[in-house]
T-cell receptor, first 118, second 107 residues
Framework: QLQLQESGPGLVKPSETLSLNCTVS??????????WGWIRQPPGKGLEWIGS???????YYNPSLKSRVTISVDTSKNQFSLKLSLVTAADTAVYYC??????????WGQGALATVSS | DIQMTQSPSSLSASVGDRVTITCRAS??????LNWYQQKPGKAPKLLIY???SLQSGVPSRFSGSGSGTDFTLTITSLQPEDFATYYC?????????FGQGTKLEIK
């Protein structure tokens, strides 16, 4: 069945760029029915939607993060990616990738912890 | 942004109990309300979508209701595996936003 798996460096220095990939297996990222998104959760806190992308490359972002976020897709690798620039300690979180339809998040990756520290 | 407020923030209950969690939106979201369950160290899992539709594979002891601004998640006959944190989320408008969570603990 379809699975999502996050990957990327677990430690990022302040002011640098956090980069994560999400690999989709067991199905195609080019499905016309779904968007692919990123959600994060700081340790011990709640969930925050970061942004989403369609396989065509169309994106939409949370305005609170929009100036620092870029989400891209590589259909040849069945993968989509998150870049978050100018990170601070407040960006330390578990980052989840997920599949969704109009914001309905029905399939999630297991999550990847990204820690911002010098 | 639409603010989602859950109550209570935490709840103690026993196996077999019936519990209700409430979620209120800062403006009308029609029925664009989803519920997720999260266990420690795990990703959230979709339980209910569109306010009252049960996701495939979710036990029927879970149910949702409401529309507009006020919604509830009800769990009848609590089972040991139901002790977790529950989040509501609106998918009415961007940015999609979540409630702060309700932690359901064993009494």
């Amino acid at each position: 069945q379809l699975q999502l798996q996050e990957s990327g460096p677990g430690l990022v220095k302040p002011s640098e760029t956090l980069s994560l990939n999400c690999t989709v297996s067991g199905g195609s990222i080019s499905s016309s029915n779904y968007y692919w998104g990123w959600i994060r959760q700081p340790p011990g806190k709640g969930l925050e939607w970061i942004g989403s992308i369609y396989y065509s490359g169309s994106t939409y972002y949370n305005p609170s993060l929009k100036s620092r976020v870029t989400i891209s897709v590589d259909t040849s690798k069945n993968q989509f990616s998150l870049k978050l620039s100018l990170v601070t300690a407040a960006d330390t979180a578990v980052y989840y990738c997920a599949r969704h339809t109009r914001g309905l998040l029905d399939l999630w990756g297991q999550g990847a912890l990204a820690t911002v520290s010098s | 942004d639409i603010q989602m407020t859950q109550s209570p923030s935490s709840l103690s209950a026993s196996v077999g109990d019936r519990v209700t969690i409430t979620c209120r939106a800062s403006q009308s979201i029609s029925s664009y309300l989803n519920w997720y369950q999260q266990k420690p160290g795990k990703a959230p899992k979709l339980l209910i979508y569109a306010a009252f539709s049960l996701q495939s594979g979710v036990p029927s002891r879970f149910s949702g209701s409401g529309s507009g601004t006020d919604f509830t998640l009800t769990i009848t006959s609590l089972q040991p595996e139901d002790f977790a944190t529950y989040y509501c989320q609106q998918s009415y408008s961007i940015p999609y936003t979540f409630g702060q969570g309700t932690k359901l603990e064993i009494k």
